[in-house]
Every structure is written in structure tokens, then in C-alpha cells.
């Protein structure tokens, strides 16, 4: 099963509640933040849950640059986290409801069949299903929070949303599109054209349709019953078969075309021309857009609010 990146949603923004220290450790202490003191336990498994959630949704150079930047900033996202835990706190959302609707929809958007088969898979990810469903009632606690702070603050009006489209124009412009049927020769290695059986199949079209031809030459897999080469945005074909598809005209062929893998013929069954989206199909994909936007930047106006209503003390930075 392909790992659920849902599974691991959860944890960067609550794997800050620790668990209790055991009486005999000596707790390094980071920071304070109004009465409670940060810890390196508590930084380190922050660390752990972060490179984790980061893991589940990056790879390769975008991972490495997140996880310097969440390194980096790690110990400011923890005092975030803190201030805004203890807002959620005082709030006391009741979140029971919201969380079983999430569980369904991860069962059912992973095909499974019950909690077991979810307390399984979440195993096998080293979670366990207790410590995780209670971060799915933090995360949601959070997010009423920063709805009832933020989001329900935010008005998306048709001035910024038209700006946007103007702006934005090739995000919403769909690029042209062949619709092609072939007939295929494939290229041995080594080997020279065939060029006996290129000059017949050239005079059959004279003479046939495409299709018949095709389904009675080409090589290409299952071109007995299909003859479709495919439909390609523009950019996607190999060069040499888009240059002579933006020559044709719908339904007409063209001559051989040598590639590296073989000779084609290539028919232009369909072309669809580049267009732009009208705004009318694209208004809520910008509204989510400006809303995330807005609220990215309200929320950390929140944050650096709750920063200065609050006693923040750093003793050494997380290194």
C-alpha cells in the first residue's frame, strides 16, 4: 500500500505535548513561554515529527531545503505552536465529530475496510493509533482556531479575484493538444529503414484509409484494434513527430518521420488550440488561492500579536 501522506498530516503541528519527564533527568531548558519552560526532549521530538511530516510529502532538493529551514526556525515554530496551543486551550472546541469524519475518509480513501485495517497501516509507519487520533483533535482544534481568528475575517472580493486572473493569465491558459492516430515501423538496432515495406504501406494510403492501413501495417501494440498514437500537449511529442503534426489539418497524414525508435506516419485525428480558462470555471480556484494567501499572512499577524501579549524568554537557540 502506497504510504498515506494523510497519516502524517497530524503531527508537525501538535507533536509539541510532551510526555512526562521521568524525576531523574536534568532537562536542559531552551526557553520560557508565559509559565512553561521548553525543553531539548520536547525541541528533539518536534525535530523528529517535523522530518517526518517532511519526508511523507518532499523529496530530494525541496526536502533538504526544508529541512535546513525547519531546523533553522525551529525553535520559533515551537513557541508559535505553544502560544497558539494554549489560545486553543482556552477555547475548549468540542472536535469529536470533526475527527471520526476524517477517520472515514482516510479509511476510505485508502481502501479500508476498518479501524483495524487503519491501526495497521499506521503500525507500520512506527504510529501509534491512540497518540495519533489525539493529534487529529489538536490539528482541528487549531484550525477552529484559526478560523475563528482568522479565516472567518477574510473577504475575497470580485476587484482581487478579477486582478488575479489578469495577472496570472498563463496559469489558466490550456495549451494546444494534437489528437493523433499513427501507423508505426519499429527501428531494430542497427538496422536500416525498411524502405520496401515504407514505399508499400505509402502506396496503400493512396489508395485506403488510414485506419485500414493501419490496423493492417503498424507495429505499434494493439494497433490491430486501436490506432491512436495518443493525445499530447503541446511540448510533450517528440520533436520532430509535433513538427509535422502542426502542419496538418484535421484528418490529414503525414509523410515518414524518422525518430530514434522508429519511422512513424502520423494522422491528425483532433486539435484542440491553446485557450484560457474562463474566470467563470477558474473564480474558486482563485478564491482559495487569495484566501490562503490572506490567511498565511493574517494568521502570522496573529501569531506576532499573541508574541507581544505574552512572556517569551529564549536562553540559547536549538542548534
Not at 482568522?150 to 496559469?171: C, F
Not at 489508395?207 to 492501413?213: G, H, I, L, R, W
Not at 499577524?301 to 517569551?312: G, P, V, W
Request: glycine share 6%.
Amino acid at each position: 500500500m502506497t504510504k498515506p501522506k494523510i497519516f502524517l498530516a497530524a503531527f508537525l503541528l501538535l507533536a509539541i505535548s510532551p510526555g512526562p519527564a521521568a524525576a531523574d533527568v536534568v532537562e536542559e531548558i531552551y526557553a520560557v513561554v508565559n509559565d512553561e519552560a521548553i525543553t531539548g526532549s520536547e525541541l528533539r521530538k518536534f525535530e523528529r515529527e517535523m522530518v517526518r511530516s517532511l519526508q511523507a510529502e518532499l523529496e530530494g532538493q525541496a526536502l533538504e531545503q526544508a529541512l535546513r529551514e525547519g531546523k533553522k526556525n525551529l525553535l520559533n515554530r515551537f513557541i508559535e505552536q505553544k502560544l497558539l496551543l494554549s489560545k486553543v486551550k482556552e477555547k475548549n472546541y468540542d472536535v469529536e465529530a470533526d475527527v471520526e469524519t476524517i477517520i472515514q475518509e482516510i479509511k476510505k480513501q485508502n481502501n479500508m475496510a476498518s479501524d483495524d485495517d487503519l491501526k495497521n497501516a499506521l503500525a507500520r509507519e512506527g504510529i501509534d493509533f491512540s497518540t495519533w487520533k489525539d493529534m487529529w483533535r489538536e490539528r482541528r482544534r487549531q484550525e477552529r482556531l484559526v478560523w475563528d481568528e482568522v479565516g472567518s475575517k477574510i473577504n475575497i472580493d470580485n476587484p482581487q479575484i478579477m486582478e488575479y486572473y489578469r495577472k496570472n493569465a498563463e496559469r489558466f491558459t490550456v495549451p494546444a493538444a494534437f489528437k493523433l492516430n499513427c501507423i508505426y515501423l519499429a527501428a531494430g538496432e542497427g538496422a536500416a529503414p525498411p524502405e520496401d515495406k515504407m514505399a508499400r504501406i505509402s502506396g496503400e494510403l493512396r489508395s485506403a484509409s488510414f485506419a485500414e492501413v493501419a490496423k493492417g501495417n503498424s507495429e505499434l501494440p494493439g494497433a490491430a484494434e486501436d490506432i491512436a498514437l495518443g493525445t499530447f500537449k503541446k511540448g510533450e511529442l517528440d520533436p520532430k513527430l509535433e513538427e509535422a503534426a502542426l502542419g496538418l489539418k484535421e484528418g490529414e497524414h503525414s509523410d515518414w518521420i524518422e525518430t530514434e525508435n522508429g519511422w512513424y506516419i502520423i494522422q491528425l485525428a483532433a486539435f484542440t488550440p491553446q485557450a484560457v480558462r474562463e474566470v467563470k470555471d477558474v473564480r474558486e480556484e482563485i478564491v482559495q488561492v487569495l484566501r490562503e494567501q490572506q490567511q498565511q499572512a493574517k494568521l502570522q499577524d496573529y501569531i506576532e500579536q499573541l508574541k507581544k501579549d505574552s512572556y517569551i524568554k529564549i536562553f540559547k537557540e536549538y542548534d
